[in-house]
């Protein structure tokens, strides 16, 4: 993806660009849930965490803030390659997206990803990062979920820790927002 085509994106989801404007920069159709798809896998093939910003700025704009893509595009597989990737920078937005999105496929990437620092997340120890992963971990609701959580609430790291157990101790108040959507 070139830096116009980033800009216009951006553009785009700022309401400064035309739709039509934005499918004859990138040469795709934005209906075409498929074409939208392949530009959030080329971002990650890119390992560009611009272009992945990018892609996802996109998909936001056409599917919905919760990358709900119509006519059965399946973009878990890919949210879950960005979560755990080293060199993405949009691991709270993809963590968000799958909380609302309930998938048990995300348990263990949640996992992992709620004790992993990144380097670009130095400035906050990446807490915010693995609250929302507990979040997520407590609305997909699964025993395995719960149980991850369970996990988490006994780490050495007393943030980390504090957000797990939160999340166990309101397990049952919380019960509406749990399992699949």
């Known amino acids: 993806m070139t830096e116009e085509?980033?800009?216009?994106?951006?553009?785009?989801?700022?309401?400064?660009?035309?739709?039509?404007?934005?499918?004859?920069?990138l040469c795709v159709t934005l209906d075409d849930d498929g074409a939208i798809a392949d530009l959030l896998n080329r971002a990650i093939a890119s390992r560009d965490g611009k272009h992945v910003q990018c892609a996802l700025l996109l998909a936001f704009g056409v599917w919905g803030i919760h990358l709900d893509a119509p006519g059965g595009v399946d973009?878990?597989?890919?949210?879950?390659?960005?979560?755990?990737?080293?060199?993405?920078?949009?691991?709270?937005?993809?963590?968000?997206?799958?909380?609302?999105?309930?998938?048990?496929?995300?348990?263990?990437?949640?996992?992992?990803?709620?004790?992993?620092?990144?380097?670009?997340?130095?400035?906050?120890?990446?807490?915010?990062?693995?609250?929302?992963?507990?979040?997520?971990?407590?609305?997909?609701?699964?025993?395995?979920?719960?149980?991850?959580?369970?996990?988490?609430?006994?780490?050495?790291?007393?943030e980390i820790a504090g957000y797990a157990q939160r999340r166990l101790d309101r397990w049952d108040a919380e019960i509406s927002r749990k399992g699949p959507r």
């Open 5 to 25: 085509q980033q800009a216009a994106i951006v553009e785009f989801a700022l309401g400064r660009m035309s739709r039509e404007a934005l499918e004859q920069l």
């Open 75 to 158: 973009i878990v597989p890919a949210l879950l390659v960005l979560l755990r990737a080293p060199w993405c920078t949009s691991h709270e937005d993809v963590a968000l997206v799958l909380q609302w999105r309930r998938d048990a496929r995300a348990i263990d990437a949640l996992f992992e990803t709620a004790l992993t620092k990144f380097p670009y997340l130095d400035h906050d120890n990446s807490y915010p990062l693995a609250r929302k992963c507990t979040w997520a971990l407590a609305d997909i609701g699964t025993p395995e979920a719960r149980a991850k959580l369970g996990i988490l609430a006994a780490t050495d790291d007393p």
